[in-house]
């Protein structure tokens, strides 16, 4: 099997060894969008880390990005600048021969949209099938694996049914087991639990948080799911095209052994700082601040009303 570790991306495999490194690691990657007379910046200089075997979140509004930085770990997109690695794998360098082995045996996606997973004149069982047929395994050994990961999800019992024949909830599990057929080590989700009441949302989270504590499948999802802090234990907000701030959640050794979601401003490699909009609005922020260095904190303050005068009279 091919690696893709050859010239640059030999660069990428030598910085992504170590224990401590990263498994997913994109850094100053920006992601533009050309037309004719137009010019989108999708990605501006985002920086992320994902450890091996973390189960994480990406959350933000339309337009922050977030759909774009998914695309591109699925290998469906390609940067336009910056560095990203999945593994070993340098996803800015990959050749296209290596980008349809990453996407076959490295990566599964799970859609929103339960019709874009599943083949709707196919049982469960034969939807899980397609992937290991593609890769050439025998049906013996995709029916047994079918069988077993459908067994994972919960839906064992429904292998015989079509897509029409399952609630939402249940399809969007067969989806689960379907891109997890070739045992990929990276498994994405697009808002997975969007079209889905969150009595069966709370099934489907179940599922991945299973997997990935059992199979130690690494799994990003994107999301507005505004109860996904207490489902996973990081959570990564975008604004812009970069990261804006990090949710994590903590043990908290208490009495009711509870948990505890901390909230991060995220500082990028160059020093640039996020800091949210409704702080900027109660202080009255606007384009200048005032930042001094105090003892252990760095404080950020808004200009006070004599310095935006003079700024004024030399406009």
Same mark, same amino acid.
Do not use: C
């Given at each position: 099997? +091919?690696?893709g570790t050859s010239g640059?991306?030999?660069?990428a495999a030598s910085?992504?060894e170590?224990?401590?490194?990263?498994?997913?690691?994109?850094?100053d990657? $920006?992601k533009i969008y050309?037309s004719?007379?137009?010019e989108?910046?999708a990605?501006?200089g985002?920086?992320l880390r994902v @450890? =091996?075997?973390?189960m994480?979140?990406i959350?933000? @509004?339309?337009?922050?990005g977030k759909s774009t $930085?998914?695309?591109?770990l @699925?290998?469906?997109?390609?940067p336009s600048?910056? =560095?990203i690695? !999945?593994g070993?794998?340098?996803l800015?360098?990959v +050749?296209?021969d290596d980008?349809?082995?990453y996407r076959?045996?490295e990566?599964?996606f799970v859609?929103? #949209?339960?019709?874009r997973n599943l083949?709707?004149?196919?049982?469960a069982?034969?939807n899980v099938?397609?992937?290991?047929a593609?890769?050439g395994r025998?049906?013996k050994?995709?029916r047994e694996?079918?069988r077993?990961?459908?067994? #994972?999800?919960?839906?064992i019992?429904?292998?015989?049914r079509?897509?029409?024949e399952? &609630?939402?909830? #249940? #399809?969007?599990?067969?989806?689960?087991?379907v891109?997890?057929?070739?045992?990929?080590?990276?498994l994405l989700?697009?808002?997975?639990?969007g079209?889905l /009441?969150?009595a069966?949302?709370d099934?489907?989270?179940?599922?991945?948080t299973?997997?990935?504590r059992d199979?130690g499948? +690494?799994?990003?999802?994107?999301t507005h799911d505004?109860?996904i +802090?207490?489902?996973?234990?990081?959570?990564?907000a975008?604004? /812009?095209g970069?990261?804006?701030?990090e949710?994590?959640r =903590?043990a908290?050794f208490a009495r009711?052994?509870h948990?505890?979601?901390?909230? $991060?401003?995220v500082v /990028?490699? &160059?020093?640039?700082?996020q800091?949210?909009r409704?702080?900027? /609005?109660?202080l009255d922020?606007?384009?200048?601040a =005032? !930042?001094?260095l105090g003892p252990?904190? !760095?404080? !950020?303050r808004?200009e006070?009303?004599e310095?935006?005068?003079?700024?004024?009279?030399?406009?």
């Open positions: 099997m +091919t690696n640059t991306g030999a660069l910085l992504s170590g224990p401590d490194a990263p498994y997913i690691h994109a850094e990657l $920006f050309k004719d007379e137009l989108v910046v990605l501006r985002l920086d @450890a =091996r075997g973390e994480m979140a959350v933000g @509004a339309s337009g922050s $930085f998914l695309n591109i @699925a290998g469906l997109d390609q600048a910056g =560095r690695t !999945v070993s794998r340098d800015l360098t +050749t296209d980008l349809v082995e076959r045996r990566v599964g859609w929103q #949209q339960t019709g083949i709707p004149y196919l049982t069982e034969e099938t397609v992937p290991m593609l890769d025998s049906a050994f995709a694996r079918a077993m990961l459908l067994e #994972q999800v919960g839906l019992e429904e292998r015989r079509r897509p029409t399952l &609630s939402g909830g #249940q #399809q969007q599990r067969v989806a689960i087991a891109a997890l057929a070739n045992n990929p080590p990276l989700a697009d808002e997975p639990t079209e /009441d969150s069966t949302a099934d489907v989270f179940r599922v991945l299973d997997l990935n199979i499948v +690494t799994i990003v999802i994107v505004r109860e +802090t207490r489902r996973v234990d990081r959570v990564v975008m604004r /812009d970069r990261t804006s701030t949710i994590v =903590r908290a009711d052994q948990s505890v979601a901390d909230e $991060f401003a /990028d490699r &160059s020093g640039r700082l800091i949210p409704e702080y900027l /609005d109660t922020i606007r384009r200048r =005032r !930042v001094t252990d904190r !760095v404080e !950020v808004a006070d009303d310095e935006r005068a003079a700024e004024g009279a030399r406009r």
